[in-house]
């Protein structure tokens, strides 16, 4: 006979946290968010922590190396989608390893053939006034000049006008070369009041870009998380098809730590994985799985042996699963179960395997309620999706910019390995979608909402009387609410005047 549960499963929405006494030590400054995202033995020092406790989604709309390299720099990890040729992936993950704060690759590259025309489209495409003049108009290319919009004039010069003839070439040109530190390359551009100084290699070859503003926004990252080499950390998400291809080549690039995609990870498919990639790359080798939403689903991958448990079937923004499939489960009873469970493994074990609750984070404050229900982290895909950095392109509608995000269920995405679980018959299609493709309102750059998210955070947590994760997931105390409370939560009986569009940024 099928069993059921006699309590409905619940969403973030319908639970508050009851305030504790807040101490006078209890200040957000004191807070801090470190959190592990690898197993460990209880008493001893995690192999990988964050910190912050938030990743970015495994979905091609979200997380590529752009977004990457801003979210470490904040110290949280994204995770390079996996639907993708292993080639592709690689590259982004090298992109991540390589990238030195304030060395830039040139993004605007022309060759000195090209025309003031040309010039004035490419600054209209991507918004950046520098243009790198290279032999074959490749940002790796010899570099023969350089364009800003102080060498022409607009309106009084022919379009046609080849750039050879009015760039700043390259014997005019201050550079560096291969090898200078980020000091001595601000040094330069201070001596020499640069806007932009290249870095090039012996034969001539441009490297990098180092501007002036970029020496500022350095201090703006105390965060940033990096492995010994002082190189940003990154994850990739792998499937449970090519990784005895995927895995190697990714270690090859540089990957700190991959997680299995899938919508529902209760599968021998991903312990099959993990013991293969444990087996064959030992304990250096990092692999969080799920998607789990219950006990059994948690305790069947701790004992594969996951670095860490992804929660939450069907919660996500873009997601359709539940509709087309009638699987999944209320996200925050998901987390709550499934914490409880890792409590258990814990003492069974003597091993903690930290929990991520993934998708269906609508408000800030539902990273705090994921985190009090004992999540260590979350994984945001919608959230991130709206920044500068994420790869969806920004359209205006309506007088009102918007990103593009899709999901990974989406016929868009063509990511069926995170859905088909491993069906010969359907030979590398998907028969129907989990997933739609949709418009989110854009939001601007991504360290500029994480700093307002993150004040949230720590505000809250400091109402619970806590200055740490794991003195929240202690003390937290929490109730659910009913709908006329729900409603009494938000402004009402007023004739609300226009919020600051910053509150309004932020609230979804
Ligand atoms: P969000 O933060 O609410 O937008 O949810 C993001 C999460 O939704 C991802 O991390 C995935 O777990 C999940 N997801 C991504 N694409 C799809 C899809 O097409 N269908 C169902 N779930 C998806």
């Not at 789990?292 to 929660?311: M, N, S």
């Amino acid at each position: 006979m099928a069993f059921y549960y006699d309590q409905p499963s619940r969403t973030f929405s319908e639970y508050l946290l009851i305030p504790n006494l807040t101490t006078k030590a209890c200040i957000p400054d004191n807070v801090q968010l470190r959190t592990p995202i690898t197993r460990f033995r209880k008493g001893e020092i995690p192999f990988l922590q964050m910190n912050l406790p938030m990743t970015s989604a495994i979905m091609q709309s979200v997380s590529d190396h752009n977004l990457a390299i801003a979210l470490a720099g904040c110290g949280g990890i994204s995770f390079i989608y996996g639907s993708q040729s292993i080639a592709e992936q690689a590259d982004m993950i090298s992109k991540v390893k390589k990238y030195k704060a304030g060395f830039v690759d040139s993004d605007s590259n022309l060759t000195p053939q090209h025309t003031l025309g040309d010039v004035l489209r490419l600054k209209a495409r991507t918004g950046h006034s520098t243009i790198a003049i290279t032999e074959n108009g490749q940002s790796n290319g010899k570099l023969m000049g350089i364009v800003t919009s102080r060498d022409y004039r607009e309106n009084q010069m022919s379009e046609s006008e080849p750039i050879a003839g009015f760039m700043t070439p390259r014997q005019s040109l201050v550079v560096a070369m291969e090898g200078v530190s980020l000091a001595e390359a601000n040094e330069t551009i201070w001596q020499h009041k640069l806007n932009c100084l290249p870095v090039i290699d012996k034969e001539d070859r441009l490297l990098h870009l180092v501007f002036r503003k970029d020496h500022d926004s350095l201090k703006e990252h105390p965060l940033e998380l990096h492995d010994s080499n002082k190189q940003l950390i990154v994850g990739a998400g792998i499937n449970t098809r090519d990784y005895k291809e995927r895995v190697p080549a990714l270690i090859e690039a540089g990957a700190d730590i991959f997680c299995i995609d899938s919508s529902d990870g209760y599968s021998e498919w991903q312990a099959e994985t993990i013991r293969y990639l444990k087996a064959t790359f030992g304990e250096r080798v990092k692999v969080g799985a799920g998607n789990v939403v219950d006990r059994e689903g948690f305790l069947y991958l701790a004992e594969a042996g996951a670095d860490f448990i992804k929660v939450g079937i069907g919660g996500g923004s873009i997601c359709i699963t539940r509709e087309q499939k009638g699987i999944g489960r209320g996200q925050a009873t998901s987390v709550i179960e499934v914490a409880a469970a890792r409590q258990e493994y814990l003492d069974k074990t003597g091993i903690y395997v930290p929990v991520c609750s993934d998708g269906g984070i609508v408000h800030d404050y539902h990273i705090v309620l994921a985190l009090a229900m004992g999540a260590d982290f979350v994984m945001l895909g919608r959230y991130f999706a709206r920044f500068d950095e994420s790869p969806g392109r920004k359209v205006l509608i309506g007088g009102s910019f918007v990103k593009e995000y899709w999901g990974e269920g989406s016929s868009r995405a063509r990511n069926w390995h995170r859905y088909d679980h491993h069906s010969e018959t359907k030979a590398g299609k998907l028969e129907f979608e989990e997933g739609v493709d949709s418009f989110i309102p854009y939001a601007g750059r991504l360290k500029d909402n994480l700093d307002i998210t993150v004040s949230k955070i720590k505000s809250t947590m400091c109402n619970c009387g806590a200055l740490t994760i794991p003195e929240l997931q202690q003390k937290a105390r929490l109730t659910t609410v009913s709908s006329t409370t729900i409603v009494e939560g938000g402004a009402h009986d007023v004739i609300q005047k226009e919020r600051s569009s910053q509150g309004m940024a932020q609230g979804r």
